[in-house]
């Protein structure tokens, strides 16, 4: 079991930063990659950035690619996204999710983790 618990969602203006962060707790030792996710209303959950555990390497859509920076902190069990240059299609609800099963490459489909936060909301304003 791997517990998630979001943090530092919020309301911005267009074209400005946020910072979330997600704190990892239970069997992280298991954990093979943690990504990030957001779904927006009426709209299907999506991608939007992952961090391989083991190595550090990372993961991004193209609607982010450039924008949004995903890192983690092997000794305190945190990820964050840095998110810049917000636009208002960024506002969604954004999900911190945990796959633990090892694969050949991180996956992109929420199908493929089997452990998330609760959420935490992002608005930005135009």
């Known amino acids: 079991q791997v517990q998630l618990v979001e943090s530092g969602g919020g309301l911005v203006q267009a074209g400005g930063s946020l910072r979330l962060s997600c704190a990892a707790s239970g069997r992280t030792e298991s954990t093979f990659a943690l990504g990030w996710f957001r779904q927006a209303p009426g709209k299907e959950r999506e991608f939007v950035a992952a961090i391989r555990w083991a190595d550090g390497n990372t993961y991004y859509a193209e609607s982010v690619k450039g924008r949004f920076t995903i890192a983690r902190d092997n000794a305190k069990n945190t990820v964050s996204l840095q998110m810049s240059s917000l636009k208002s299609d960024d506002t969604a609800v954004y999900y911190c999710?945990?796959?633990?099963?090892?694969?050949?490459?991180?996956?992109?489909?929420?199908?493929?983790?089997?452990?998330w936060g609760q959420g935490t909301q992002v608005t930005v304003s135009s």
């Open positions: 999710a945990a796959d633990i099963t090892y694969r050949l490459g991180v996956s992109t489909s929420p199908n493929m983790y089997g452990y």
